[in-house]
Nanobody, 116 residues
Framework: QVQLVESGGGLVQAGGSLRLSCAASGTIFSINTMGWFRQPPGKQRELVATITSGDSTVYADSVKGRFTISRDSAKNTVYLQMNSLKPEDAAAYYC??????????WGQGTQVTVSS
């Protein structure tokens, strides 16, 4: 089992920044890819960014150049640095860990609110 705990959400003005953290614990050796997803109110959950154990990253087009995913292996933590935030970035953000071929483990989510 893997446990994921997100933190760092909050209220920020448009143009501002936030850094989300996702602390992983448990059988993390089974995980090779971590990701951040988000779900705006009334919409489907969407992929924001992923990072592999080899530090390869992928970003949604909507966040490229503004968001950066990174990880600290020593702390078993994945981060999402969000800059130049827009009102459309407001959502519940979820951390997830991939096992095998699916996003298997999920955190409880952290809310990001962006005021215009």
């Amino acid at each position: 089992q893997v446990q994921l705990v997100e933190s760092g959400g909050g209220l920020v003005q448009a143009g501002g920044s936030l850094r989300l953290s996702c602390a992983a614990s448990g059988t993390i050796f089974s995980i090779n890819t971590m990701g951040w997803f988000r779900q705006p109110p009334g919409k489907q959950r969407e992929l924001v960014a992923t990072i592999t154990s080899g530090d390869s990253t992928v970003y949604a087009d909507s966040v490229k150049g503004r968001f950066t995913i990174s990880r600290d292996s020593a702390k078993n933590t994945v981060y999402l640095q969000m800059n130049s935030l827009k009102p459309e970035d407001a959502a519940a953000y979820y951390c997830s860990a991939r096992r095998g071929g699916s996003w298997f483990y999920w955190g409880q989510g952290t809310q990001v609110t962006v005021s215009s």
